[in-house]
């Protein structure tokens, strides 16, 4: 099972993924670090030590890694300051940063999936307790097969 190549894709010799969004995406986001810190995000974590105990780095690694992710765009500094301590700074996803929920809860659920033999080691609900899952769908909300997929050249302005 594959995706289905439209027109000029259809002849794979005859072109490159020079320009691979895929590719692009794991530029900014494709270290387990990154990731990890996303995760760590999406469940509320906004304070730099936080941030390297959870994720289980150096200070110098969560310093590196978050300065990219700031400038990415994925996170946001706000400053902080708490009662006879100097201004800190904590970090907060923008908009380009919750953008990346579905792809954090689809590793996620990948994960659950193949990873954990015992049962995933937390459940993602909603408001109703209602399991949360990641799925393709059209515009129209319909589920959609991997061999159902089409892939055409994008219409560039």
């Not at 978050?66 to 009662?83: C, H, M, N, T, W």
């Amino acid at each position: 099972m594959a995706m289905n190549l439209d027109g000029v894709l259809a002849d794979r010799s005859r072109w490159t993924a020079d320009e691979c969004s895929v590719a692009k995406a794991l530029e900014v986001v494709g270290s387990r670090t990154a990731m990890l810190f996303l995760r760590e995000a999406f469940y509320g974590t906004t304070r730099f030590a936080d941030f390297a105990q959870r994720v289980g780095v150096t200070d110098a690694a969560a310093a590196t890694r978050l300065k990219q992710l700031v400038s990415d765009g994925i996170f946001a500094k706000r400053p902080y300051q708490e009662p006879g301590s100097r201004p800190r700074h904590e970090y907060v996803l923008t908009d380009k940063g919750r953008d990346l929920l579905p792809v954090v809860l689809a590793m996620m659920e990948w994960g659950d999936r193949h990873l954990q033999p015992q049962g995933p080691p937390v459940e993602v609900v909603d408001a109703a307790g209602e399991r949360v899952g990641v799925s393709v769908r059209t515009s129209a909300g319909d589920e959609v097969d991997l061999d159902a997929l089409r892939l055409r050249r994008g219409r560039r302005t």
